[in-house]
């Protein structure tokens, strides 16, 4: 195996493990992960782009994967998985860590937000607030102590 397939094999490798464990992860506690009110213990993945571009395509097929399960259908399965690559894509251009959680939080209030507000019919400033509190909970409460713990151990990553 060439040294090029063999860095090919690896991303695609890392991105199938880290979208199984978000997908894993979400379906495991589905009492939390869905619904406006939603704590989604995966979202604290949302840190890996930081380190690894593998985490992009593994965190979309990982949310879609998990959102399929979720129960509020096409809407959320394609708008809910976008927002998740929006995030992804945004959170392996910053530099500072204590921003990297920012992305995940803003874009699912405004974009799952507003889904979950056509779905249950309920105004978007309230879907998008406990979207948003959720996420931060999440992403900042998980993900940033995550970070934190991945930056000592970078090896991991290489």
Do not use: H
Request: hydrophobic content about 55%.
């Amino acid at each position: 195996m060439t040294v090029k397939k063999k860095e090919q094999f690896n991303y695609w490798t890392r991105a199938a493990m880290i979208g199984a464990i978000y997908a894993v992860l979400t379906v495991l506690f589905a009492p939390i992960s869905y619904g406006m009110i939603q704590v989604r213990i995966a979202e604290m993945l949302m840190v890996l782009p930081y380190f690894t571009k593998a985490a992009i395509p593994g965190l979309f097929v990982g949310c879609l994967i998990a959102n399929v399960f979720g129960g509020y259908g096409l809407l959320d399965i394609v708008f809910g998985s976008l927002a998740t690559l929006i995030s992804a894509y945004i959170v392996s251009k910053i530099d500072n860590r204590y921003l990297v959680p920012l992305p995940p939080v803003i874009i699912n209030a405004v974009i799952v937000g507003m889904v979950l507000s056509v779905v249950l019919e309920l105004p978007f400033y309230l879907t998008a607030a406990w979207v948003g509190a959720g996420q931060v909970v999440a992403c900042y409460g998980l993900g940033l102590p995550l970070l934190l713990f991945l930056e000592k151990r970078r090896y991991i990553f290489k």
